[in-house]
């Protein structure tokens, strides 16, 4: 049987492949659990530090929750419509944003309806100057379903979300530079190597911090500042007597100096 999510190891850094490109990458139920069963993994493996998500194939990042499969959800009614489709993209998308280690998105292609949802729910997103974004759910007559509606007025603001949930049209890597749904765009030939990139410039960081850094991030955005503080202060609190905290701060007050510097 075809491995839906293939793993490859690059030191350690994870690159996980969306892999029906058959059907660009379509986000049927076995890809969306076995995706979940990989972050399960990757989670409990203090090897693997980060993880970079992409596209197999030429054409697409993914084209979204796979309609043929979900139709069949929703004409055996709401409750089922929402419980194997809604809740578990939903899902998704939400582990993905809460995941402890950094999750990159490199956008090799078409990125519409859940695959978009993917993009904007994960911490840092690389595109290549061939990908293409678009919210085509309202062509469908439905709303996005994996966090659609939520995730992107809080990325791009509430008006230039709305235009582009309630048109469908498809939009530009420049665009959805410009909106802060990726944090930058690259030739095509150069995207898994600018993922990695910045990948590895998370990764040289102790891994607790950069959790709590995700963490903290993640969740005060939904927050009053108020609460949000409290969650910052938690996180750090956290830290405190863990060695690589004692370390972080030891090495900082041993630095080489210039000669002659003191302070
Ligand atoms: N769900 C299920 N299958 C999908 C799919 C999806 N979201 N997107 C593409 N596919 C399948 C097609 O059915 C086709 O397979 P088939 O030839 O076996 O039928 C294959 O992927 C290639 O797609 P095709 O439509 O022929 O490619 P295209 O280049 O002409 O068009 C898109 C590309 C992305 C414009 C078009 O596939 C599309 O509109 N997809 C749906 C996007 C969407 O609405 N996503 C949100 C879902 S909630």
Redesign the pocket.
Known sequence: MTELIPIELRDSIALLTLNRP???N?LNYALIDRLMQRLDAIEVDDAIRAVILTGAGE?AFS??????EFSGSVARGADHAVRDFVRRGQTMTARLESFPKPVIAAVNG?A???GCEITEAVHLAVASECARFAK??I??AMPPTFGGTQRLPRLAGRKRALELLLTGEPFSPAHALAIGLVNRVVPHGELLNAADALARQIIRHPPGAVAAVINAATRGLNLSIDEGLLVERAQFAALVGREELVRGLTDWRNRPRAVGQTG
Do not use: R
């Not at 084209?63 to 043929?68: M, Y």
């Open positions: 058959d059907k660009l379509a054409q084209a979204g929750a796979d309609i043929t078409i519409y309806g859940g085509p759910e062509k469908l």
